[in-house]
């Protein structure tokens, strides 16, 4: 087992909420889709639609932001943003399935965003850059963007005040300006067909998204849990009052749909000052650069932390903790893009890794608020509905914008899960899900409890009783196969005398019965209880282990070998009867261990059928189950004596008819009596099969114990050449006919 490191303690730079949070979060959301796609939004869906396209878009930011706001104000907030509140909420398995894709969507989204920027910048006209290679010149700009933000994210941030001027100053050249003189309307033919809400929706949401590069930040703030709401929520609101007034502003100026729809530069060509707009693009592709640089490496460094990545990642240096390995990871990954060229095609891919993180965000905070734990008290409350619509925004527009990426996406966050949960990592931290379980548990419970029973959805929910040490691997292999990892399963042991009253050797012996059960890989609840003697505890189990629905209504029991047991192993069937409890008995082959779920070839499992009324139903359905639950074939074979007077060909007709109608796959063996004892007849026709199953006689309203256990050991004595025998009761008030019945 792998062991998951805590999260190192470190100071940070302690920044406060405007330059750590408000700053990078609101120069990711204006970005270029501001300056190159809202003329062509106006121009396919008009003014009303673009205004309630935008409000959409930004209410599923909002929303998401009041549940990072609740998360945030929940937790001793650390570096990793978003990958440390899901992976503290739903586990290290959830958190790296969300926070590798993250951290690489942010490094590949720097490759786009300096891609972008080196292209206008070469096609500007500047005749210092004009006749340069655009990936030379995104090489150089990655490189100068790298050193600053290694070296000090301070500096990196303080750089984007210029950047924010330079993206407001484009802003108010824009609203300063007015219709362009001299605009012609484009012929027809090179117009395109104006398209509907969401294709358009699916272009314009990536505006609105990009709280995750002040999250990201959340290592090196003052006081992340006062200022991640402040600055996110103040992000999103100055985001949406300038995408709202942008489309007012050139519908004023602009009416002509078809302009609109092919004009990338119509903004350029309305502002007072144009220059002012290509100085915002250039801005706004920086500045989503910077963010996602500042962002990424911190990530990288809290899953290397984690040891979810090499741990070499992880190191931090100097007094601020900056993660200069984890950058110098970006830079070279964001320059092998540059270098390998046109990458779009994966673009969509990382959309859907952000609005997965979304919807995981809106979900924890919906699920944290819904269960109530008493973990959860964050000074930001949000109403749970909200955070369920948030998830529920976010993943629709995931749909919207491309099922397939979409899937592909969940694929690749679903391997990472899978590869992360393969290694058993185990984490000291606490998360929700133990919680989650619960909740779902009670509700579960409740629901059962209200349901009447139904016997044809029956399950076998088996207390199986085992000495410590374990000495035969029969009950557990038995236990398994019977529950098929369908049913529920307690693995139980009695200890008795000095031991019940050492709480430490119970502990210690609690823990060798669950590994036990992991060596088997079986799912189980491991329950030690102590007793003056064994089998007074073993009834005492019985009498009160589970609640309401949850009450095991199957005992697994080996036959017992000490002389001095059996009175006390016959009151405890009768006490059984009497309790509603099925029972099954294992007699344990005399001969060389067999191992029924492994090896090779097949099984043979005899059944002996004494007709539906006494235990048949309730033994087929066992063999039934242990056909599902063994990793051999098993051939089941119904075995019958012929009463006297009834005839084999007609036993034997009824039998393959009941087999048929059932749908059970079994040979059917009849034979003839022949005045010989039933047992003495089983031990002779059975003794070629692996296993048997004999049905016991229900406990008479008037019969002792020793009774009792004289019929069973006759029984048990006369079968003592089988290799392996469990001897069924039926006692449950449930029709297991049903369970065979079209």
Same mark, same amino acid.
């Given at each position: 087992?792998?062991?998951?490191?805590?999260?190192?303690?470190?100071?940070?730079?302690? =920044?406060?909420?405007?330059?750590?949070?408000?700053?990078?979060?609101?120069?990711?959301?204006?970005?270029?889709?501001?300056?190159?796609?809202?003329?062509?939004?106006?121009?396919?869906?008009?003014?009303?639609?673009?205004?309630?396209?935008?409000?959409?878009?930004?209410?599923?930011?909002?929303?998401?932001?009041?549940?990072?706001?609740?998360?945030?104000?929940?937790?001793?907030?650390?570096?990793?943003?978003?990958?440390?509140?899901?992976?503290?909420?739903?586990?290290?398995?959830?958190?790296?399935?969300?926070?590798?894709?993250?951290?690489?969507?942010?490094?590949?989204?720097?490759?786009?965003?300096?891609?972008?920027?080196?292209?206008?910048?070469?096609?500007?006209?500047?005749?210092?850059?004009?006749?340069?290679?655009?990936?030379?010149?995104?090489?150089?700009?990655?490189?100068?963007?790298?050193?600053?933000?290694?070296?000090?994210?301070?500096?990196?941030?303080?750089?984007?005040?210029?950047?924010?001027?330079?993206?407001?100053?484009?802003?108010?050249?824009?609203?300063?300006?007015?219709?362009?003189?001299?605009?012609?309307?484009?012929?027809?033919?090179?117009?395109?067909?104006?398209?509907?809400?969401?294709?358009?929706?699916?272009?314009?949401?990536?505006?609105?998204?990009?709280?995750?590069?002040?999250?990201?930040?959340?290592?090196?703030?003052?006081?992340?849990?006062?200022?991640?709401?402040?600055?996110?929520?103040?992000?999103?609101?100055?985001?949406?009052?300038?995408?709202?007034?942008?489309?007012?502003?050139?519908?004023?100026?602009?009416?002509?749909?078809?302009?609109?729809?092919?004009?990338?530069?119509?903004?350029?060509?309305?502002?007072?000052?144009?220059?002012?707009?290509?100085?915002?693009?250039?801005?706004?592709?920086?500045?989503?650069?910077?963010?996602?640089?500042?962002?990424?490496?911190?990530?990288?460094?809290?899953?290397?932390?984690?040891?979810?990545?090499?741990?070499?990642?992880?190191?931090? =240096?100097?007094?601020?903790?900056?993660?200069?390995?984890?950058?110098?990871?970006?830079?070279?990954?964001?320059?092998?893009?540059?270098?390998?060229?046109?990458?779009?095609?994966?673009?969509?891919?990382?959309?859907?890794?952000?609005?997965?993180?979304?919807?995981?965000?809106?979900?924890?905070?919906?699920?944290?608020?819904?269960?109530?734990?008493?973990?959860?008290?964050?000074?930001?409350?949000?109403?749970?509905?909200?955070?369920?619509?948030?998830?529920?925004?976010?993943?629709?527009?995931?749909?919207?914008?491309?099922?397939?990426?979409?899937?592909?996406?969940?694929?690749?966050?679903?391997?990472?899960?899978?590869?992360?949960?393969?290694?058993?990592?185990?984490?000291?931290?606490?998360?929700?899900?133990?919680?989650?379980?619960?909740?779902?548990?009670?509700?579960?419970?409740?629901?059962?409890?209200?349901?009447?029973?139904?016997?044809?959805?029956?399950?076998?929910?088996?207390?199986?009783?085992?000495?410590?040490?374990?000495?035969?691997?029969?009950?557990?292999?038995?236990?398994?196969?019977?529950?098929?990892?369908?049913?529920?399963?307690?693995?139980?042991?009695?200890?008795?005398?000095?031991?019940?009253?050492?709480?430490?050797?119970?502990?210690?012996?609690?823990?060798?019965?669950?590994?036990?059960?992991?060596?088997?890989?079986?799912?189980?609840?491991?329950?030690?209880?102590?007793?003056?003697?064994?089998?007074?505890?073993?009834?005492?189990?019985?009498?009160?282990?589970?609640?309401?629905?949850?009450?095991?209504?199957?005992?697994?029991?080996?036959?017992?070998?000490?002389?001095?047991?059996?009175?006390?192993?016959?009151?405890?069937?009768?006490?059984?009867?009497?309790?509603?409890?099925?029972?099954?008995?294992?007699?344990?082959?005399?001969?060389?261990?067999?191992?029924?779920?492994?090896?090779?070839?097949?099984?043979?499992?005899?059944?002996?059928?004494?007709?539906?009324?006494?235990?048949?139903?309730?033994?087929?359905?066992?063999?039934?189950?242990?056909?599902?639950?063994?990793?051999?074939?098993?051939?089941?074979?119904?075995?019958?004596?012929?009463?006297?007077?009834?005839?084999?060909?007609?036993?034997?007709?009824?039998?393959?008819?009941?087999?048929?109608?059932?749908?059970?796959?079994?040979?059917?063996?009849?034979?003839?009596?022949?005045?010989?004892?039933?047992?003495?007849?089983?031990?002779?026709?059975?003794?070629?099969?692996?296993?048997?199953?004999?049905?016991?006689?229900?406990?008479?309203?008037?019969?002792?114990?020793?009774?009792?256990?004289?019929?069973?050991?006759?029984?048990?004595?006369?079968?003592?050449?089988?290799?392996?025998?469990?001897?069924?009761?039926?006692?449950?008030?449930?029709?297991?006919?049903?369970?065979?019945?079209?």
């Amino acid at each position: 087992m792998g062991g998951m490191a805590k999260v190192t303690e470190t100071k940070g730079y302690g =920044f406060g909420t405007f330059q750590g949070v408000f700053t990078p979060s609101i120069l990711t959301i204006i970005g270029v889709i501001l300056y190159l796609r809202f003329g062509w939004m106006l121009g396919n869906v008009g003014l009303a639609t673009s205004l309630v396209i935008v409000t959409v878009g930004s209410a599923i930011t909002f929303l998401t932001g009041l549940s990072i706001s609740a998360l945030a104000t929940n937790m001793r907030l650390k570096g990793g943003g978003a990958y440390f509140m899901l992976s503290r909420s739903f586990g290290a398995e959830a958190g790296a399935a969300l926070g590798i894709p993250l951290a690489l969507s942010q490094t590949v989204a720097v490759t786009f965003y300096v891609a972008g920027f080196a292209e206008a910048l070469t096609r500007s006209g500047l005749p210092v850059v004009s006749a340069c290679d655009p990936r030379l010149v995104g090489l150089a700009t990655l490189t100068v963007l790298a050193v600053v933000a290694t070296l000090s994210a301070n500096v990196a941030l303080k750089s984007q005040y210029f950047i924010m001027a330079a993206i407001a100053f484009s802003l108010v050249a824009f609203f300063l300006g007015g219709a362009p003189t001299g605009l012609a309307a484009p012929p027809p033919d090179r117009v395109p067909p104006p398209l509907g809400f969401w294709p358009v929706f699916a272009v314009f949401f990536p505006a609105v998204t990009g709280i995750l590069s002040g999250v990201g930040m959340s290592g090196d703030l003052r006081d992340p849990g006062t200022s991640i709401p402040r600055g996110t929520l103040a992000a999103v609101l100055t985001g949406y009052l300038v995408y709202m007034a942008v489309p007012i502003a050139l519908y004023a100026f602009v009416s002509d749909a078809a302009i609109l729809r092919t004009d990338t530069m119509i903004l350029q060509k309305c502002a007072r000052w144009p220059f002012a707009i290509l100085l915002g693009v250039w801005a706004a592709t920086l500045s989503s650069a910077v963010g996602s640089f500042l962002c990424a490496p911190r990530v990288f460094q809290a899953l290397a932390r984690d040891r979810l990545m090499p741990r070499v990642f992880g190191r931090g =240096f100097g007094a601020n903790d900056d993660p200069r390995l984890s950058a110098l990871l970006c830079f070279g990954l964001a320059a092998a893009g540059l270098m390998l060229g046109d990458i779009n095609a994966i673009a969509p891919v990382l959309t859907m890794f952000n609005l997965s993180t979304y919807a995981l965000l809106n979900l924890s905070a919906a699920l944290e608020e819904l269960m109530g734990n008493p973990s959860w008290r964050p000074t930001f409350r949000v109403r749970p509905w909200l955070s369920l619509a948030g998830f529920a925004g976010c993943t629709g527009a995931m749909f919207m914008i491309s099922p397939g990426w979409t899937f592909i996406a969940l694929g690749c966050e679903a391997a990472i899960f899978w590869l992360v949960q393969r290694r058993a990592l185990r984490a000291r931290w606490g998360d929700m899900r133990t919680g989650l379980v619960m909740a779902l548990v009670r509700l579960c419970v409740q629901w059962l409890e209200r349901r009447p029973a139904d016997s044809r959805n029956w399950r076998p929910n088996v207390l199986a009783l085992t000495p410590l040490p374990v000495s035969s691997p029969w009950i557990l292999l038995l236990a398994r196969a019977i529950s098929c990892n369908r049913g529920l399963v307690t693995l139980a042991s009695v200890v008795p005398g000095a031991l019940a009253r050492q709480p430490e050797r119970l502990d210690e012996l609690h823990d060798a019965l669950k590994r036990c059960a992991e060596r088997f890989r079986m799912g189980v609840v491991a329950r030690v209880q102590p007793a003056g003697d064994t089998w007074s505890g073993v009834r005492e189990l019985v009498r009160t282990y589970g609640f309401g629905p949850l009450v095991p209504n199957t005992v697994l029991v080996g036959s017992p070998v000490d002389a001095d047991a059996t009175v006390a192993f016959g009151g405890f069937v009768v006490d059984l009867a009497r309790l509603r409890r099925n029972l099954v008995v294992i007699r344990e082959p005399q001969t060389a261990q067999q191992d029924l779920p492994g090896g090779r070839g097949d099984l043979r499992l005899d059944v002996w059928w004494r007709g539906q009324n006494a235990n048949g139903a309730f033994m087929l359905a066992l063999a039934c189950l242990v056909q599902r639950g063994t990793l051999r074939r098993v051939r089941l074979r119904l075995c019958q004596i012929a009463e006297a007077g009834a005839s084999v060909a007609a036993c034997t007709r009824v039998l393959e008819d009941f087999a048929r109608q059932a749908r059970i796959e079994a040979e059917v063996c009849v034979v003839e009596g022949d005045g010989r004892p039933f047992a003495v007849r089983i031990s002779e026709l059975s003794a070629a099969a692996d296993a048997t199953c004999i049905g016991l006689r229900m406990p008479r309203a008037d019969e002792t114990p020793d009774s009792y256990w004289d019929y069973f050991r006759t029984l048990r004595d006369a079968t003592a050449p089988l290799p392996l025998v469990a001897f069924a009761l039926a006692s449950e008030q449930v029709n297991f006919k049903s369970i065979f019945r079209n």
